[in-house]
């Protein structure tokens, strides 16, 4: 086979733990496979450099600074490559650049536009082991540039597609996708396999194993993923792939819950045509990431309307509202909210799943404020301090620990 | 003019030398320059990451080192850059790939091949201060190479031979060249100007400001050198030049000492034809430096030789000698003694210069163990106890001080 595999930050935080990750890399190779890894920055480098930055501009220039933090994942590689040498395990670590990434110009958040794949070939069928420096590629103007968040998952997820590698498995320090947060519910378990849009519902309701970017280019250039631990390498990860490669679909594969929600109320707005169109405009404009959105029926030609956004973005969001102000009687901010998803491919074709999150829900006297669903995911909001309670109640309605 | 400029690891030590740095290259560029800086790294940070790849090998892969110290000048460059364009000079940081040093594949001591200047010469008409990585190059293969001890001063040279400039200033920690290492002699001068040839000589007998390799490279294109100090840029330097340059040739431009020397003397050597010639061509083959030779004329068929050696090569030398023990009597070691040296472009058209050098170490009752001279040069081989003696009594002699 051939792999693909990504070490993040952590899992090269320390000499030794560089030297672990050689031994998981050769102990792959002795199994017989051809190997592409691909490595972060040691955890603590990148602040380190952005931190020097700072200290000369609030706002460097994007351009400059993918100078500055495309260097310290060369050095991991470099080194990676030095340890499995030294143990008689032929390997050359490449920069981006040197990898064939080449991406678009927006420096600090640029694109891969596509891969040359030539040298890596050249080196594989040397049999050699290629350590690729994650994060980063060159614009067609010749100019390093860097991936922006996740920008080391990506990188490795585009050379499988390009390469057409067997599986790509991202290395972390957690062992793969669980039903939920662990911390939470003990009795969390370990997925075998879960689909790419089972998982980028729970990337993007919170799961921080995988980014969604990242498994977003996964599905489209079909790449099976793996999620896995470079802490415990023995333990088998999650298969992240297409919903056909899984036989039994589970009703739901798991509990989200992201407590970085703000609701704002909006209450007696008047009920003009394109009313609430122009306040969603607004928001948009300033980038304001609105999520669920209800609207109540008008009464004496106002309405009420609920939506949530992400905590961050509250002053932003005040300040949009300000326009607003006559058109509406009140308006208020509730932090204390959270929002818990049920996702799982399997409603698609099963009825009364929703209804027994409902259900669960009101047996513990959970008040639901707002509900959206989607073809495979059901979101409520809720009180924060029920936030614990209510992932617990629904891991435990559909069975997750079996 | 078009100025090329070199800042070393201990003038971009800190984040606020840096800084000083930013402000060295604006007030030129104020004055009306165009400027290319090339820059080290940190200092300490190449070393530091030498100690990690020790960690992972005794002796890494010379490819594998070059992806790794390649890195620290990258920081360097682009932290300069932030600084001055947060300050409104426009600027842009190259490695030494962007900026066109195309060098042989010989990594880690990588010679410079040619430089395409292009890219420079248009961020150069678009008025930008360009910040160079230095110690750095890309070889044919488009592997990343780097260029050995005092490449960054080989970068700044090179790319001010490729592009025509009016002068290249290497800052250092020291304000320029003395007619002495003022640490022996206090009364030692700063020299305004001096030759190629005559830097060369004081470069190889252990003046450390400039290295050999970059004033030899100078010389072969042509570059006017300037040594000067960015802790105190406000002090005009040394021009080093090319001999038609100096209008005023002194007799003597410095006094040059070099503890770092072992005599070795061996005794009756059997004097059959060739026997010198075999002892000199193992010592070369062992890559020992052999720098002054005597040989006393043959008495009985039997001859005494004299030589030296840098004081780090002792041991391998008493490998390499082991073979000649049947056709010498003995052989000694002494590490006591120094070279001190004469230099000067006068000497070539006034006789007497070497007189004098040797009527003031009588003076002082120091004797004389080896004497060789060059056009330009008088080197002494003494006991290591008159070192500083001998150099303030020829330092006085020819009047250096004045």
Redesign the interface.
Known sequence: MLKVLKFGGTSVGT?ER??NV?NIIKKIKDEGHDVIAVVSAMSGETNK?IE??S????K??D???D??L???E??T???L???L??QGYES??Y?GR?AGIVTNDEHTKARIEHINTDKLKVSLKKNKIIIVAGFQGVSSE???TTLGRGGSDLTAVAIAGAIKADVCEIYTDVDGIYTTDPRIEPKARKLDKISYDEMLELASLGAKVLQTRSVEMAKKLNVNLVSRSSFTPEVEGTLITKEENIMEKPLVSGIALDKNQIRVGMYKVKDTPGIAASIFTALANANINVDMIVQTVAVDGKTDLDFTIPTADLEICQEVMKVFENDVENIDYNEDVCKVSVVGVGMKSHTGVAAKAFSAMAKENINIRIISTSEIKISMIIDEKYAELSVRALHDVYNLDK
Not at 55 to 58: D, E, L, P, V
Request: aromatic letters at 6%; proline letters at 3%.
């Open positions: 000499l560089i030297q050689a450099l020097y930055a200290h000369f501009a609030k460097p220039k351009i400059e600074l100078m500055l495309s260097s310290g060369r050095v590689s470099a080194l490559s030095i340890a040498n030294e050359i670590s920069s040197e010749g100019r390093i």
